[in-house]
């Protein structure tokens, strides 16, 4: 399978506190993304960081990409309890149209 | 505007009924998809749309039938699904369906399917 595994599968943090979330690929892609999705609900994209960069960042969040490991990094910084959601990264492979699939996700719960 | 809309909300249906999930965007998007998502997994791609012609169906059961009309409107025709077919049907939409995965993906907020 080409699907990304992601760690932890759930996560708990206290509201300020910064949350980390990691997801694993097995080959060779043209770029990542990480999404968010609210509990049954449509999924918002956050980031797209492409494979010739090793980091990025927009506001709270903070991705790193280390194509020679494939992994990729998420974090969130002072995190809030909007941000309880689960996170999905998504990954574009070279030699596939049109086509991103989907991690295992990491289901964030903020608390008060 | 950077909406995808999705109606019904929600379906519930027989396994003999004929139903049809819709989909639309306005923001001149030229690729569409369809993904089915049961709980707590992530979604998965069922079909691609690129400039109104289908480009990828991940070997999707020929009860569900996509249908492009025009370039803002996706349709999935969904005919003797069984229960295990229950899941979150979520659209997509991108700027152009380039190769690699390079564009982001505008969701919709998905139709609940429940098959009795």
């Known amino acids: 399978s080409q699907q990304g595994e992601e760690d932890p599968q759930a996560l708990s943090i206290q509201e300020g506190e910064n949350a980390t979330m990691n997801c694993s690929y097995k080959?060779?892609?043209?770029?990542l993304q990480w999404y968010r999705q609210n509990s049954g609900r449509g999924l918002v994209h956050l980031i797209l960081?492409?494979?010739?960069?090793r980091e990025k960042h927009s506001g709270r969040l903070r991705v790193t990409l280390d194509t020679s490991k494939k992994s990729s990094s998420l974090l969130i910084t002072a995190s809030r309890a909007a941000d309880t959601a689960s996170y999905f990264c998504?990954?574009?492979?070279?030699?596939?149209?049109?086509?991103?699939?989907f991690g295992t996700g990491t289901r964030l719960q903020v608390t008060l | 505007d950077t909406e995808v809309t999705q109606t019904p909300k929600h379906l519930v249906m027989g396994m003999t009924n004929k139903k049809s999930l819709k989909c639309e965007q306005h923001?001149?998007?030229?690729?569409m998809y369809w993904y089915k998502q049961k709980a707590k997994k992530p979604p998965e791609l069922m079909f691609v749309?690129?400039?109104?012609?289908?480009?990828i169906n991940e070997s999707v059961p020929s009860r569900f039938s996509p249908e492009c009309p025009n370039s803002s409107l996706l349709n999935l025709h969904l005919h003797a699904l069984q229960p295990e077919d229950s899941a979150l049907y979520l659209c997509?939409?991108?700027?152009?369906?380039?190769?690699?995965?390079?564009?982001?993906?505008?969701f919709g907020p998905g139709t609940r399917l429940t098959v009795l």
């Open positions: 997509a939409s991108s700027q152009t369906g380039l190769a690699g995965g390079a564009d982001t993906q505008y």
């Open positions: 080959t060779s892609i043209n770029n």
């Open positions: 960081i492409r494979s010739n960069e």
């Open positions: 998504a990954t574009g492979w070279l030699t596939t149209a049109s086509k991103l699939t």
């Open positions: 923001m001149g998007h030229r690729a």
């Open positions: 749309y690129s400039y109104e012609k289908l480009s």
